[in-house]
């Protein structure tokens, strides 16, 4: 089912004011440095490993504020390890599944996946190949649903990958999602990705969080982080929607998504 909501525009790139409103990612990360004492107070993980994989053409220094955070909440954090994420060609997803296998086999626990745009696509689709090592998925501005060409790096994905496209799922296949605990978190003012692209079908175990956000801010946005320390802080099998209820309702709104 699309979760587009009904009765829209068709679903585009965002437009140059969206776009040139990604310069605030920089004071997204001053913002989310004073809200410390609040992100502080997110509940804490239970020392279960975390994988966290970049954007497009992002490395792991992006997320590095975002796992440092985690590893203070108590989770055990982690890169994906595999430097620049220029997309899915060659061994990159098996060498993926195999890091998964690996901190899943070496802590005996099942671990989440945290994706950042591209990195968000990796993490439902790994999902989907080991369920039994992953116990929850959480993606940042990540477009599995309405068009590719749906946003604005698109152009560059299609140049870096034109001499070996790699053949990607249908878009079908990449709004399904995984078999475990999946969260969405988005911003209707993302100037990469159209908003609308990361809205989630909600169901006993999907849903979807906005917040006010840049797209390259969603990574040290303090919304996003709180919302993301939330998500992973749940018990294993015990998983429930977002609370938006009393305060939470001022900055975390009801989205968009139907069932």
């Not at 989770?75 to 899915?88: C, I, L, S, T």
């Not at 801010?217 to 939330?230: E, F, K, Q, R």
Request: one cysteine or more.
């Amino acid at each position: 089912m699309d979760p587009t909501p009904a009765g829209t525009e068709p679903i585009k790139a965002p437009g140059l004011m969206k776009l040139l409103l990604e310069a605030r990612a920089p004071f997204e990360y001053a913002a989310s440095l004073a809200a410390a004492p609040w992100l502080l107070s997110a509940p804490r993980g239970d020392g279960h490993a975390v994988l966290v994989y970049p954007g497009f053409l992002a490395t792991d220094f992006s997320t590095r504020p975002l796992r440092r955070l985690l590893r203070t909440l108590g989770h055990d954090a982690h890169g994906w390890g595999q430097g620049r994420n220029v997309g899915p060609r060659g061994d990159t997803l098996q060498q993926a599944l195999q890091r998964i296998e690996d901190l899943h086999r070496s802590s005996g626990r099942k671990l989440s996946l945290v994706g950042w745009s591209l990195g968000g696509l990796y993490a439902r689709e790994l999902a989907k190949q080991a369920p039994h090592a992953v116990r929850a998925v959480v993606t940042l501005g990540s477009p599995f649903a309405g068009p590719m060409q749906a946003n604005n790096a698109w152009r560059t994905y299609q140049w870096v990958h034109r001499h070996r496209p790699p053949e990607p799922p249908s878009r079908a296949e990449l709004q399904t999602p995984p078999p475990v605990p999946t969260t969405s978190i988005y911003s209707r003012s993302d100037g990469v990705v159209a908003w609308p692209c990361s809205l989630q079908v909600a169901g006993p175990m999907s849903e979807s969080i906005e917040v006010a956000a840049s797209h390259l801010g969603l990574g040290v946005n303090p919304l996003a982080l709180y919302a993301l320390a939330d998500r992973l802080a749940q018990p294993e099998g015990q998983w429930r929607a977002f609370d938006r209820s009393g305060l939470r309702a001022t900055v975390y709104p009801a989205n968009a998504s139907r069932a």
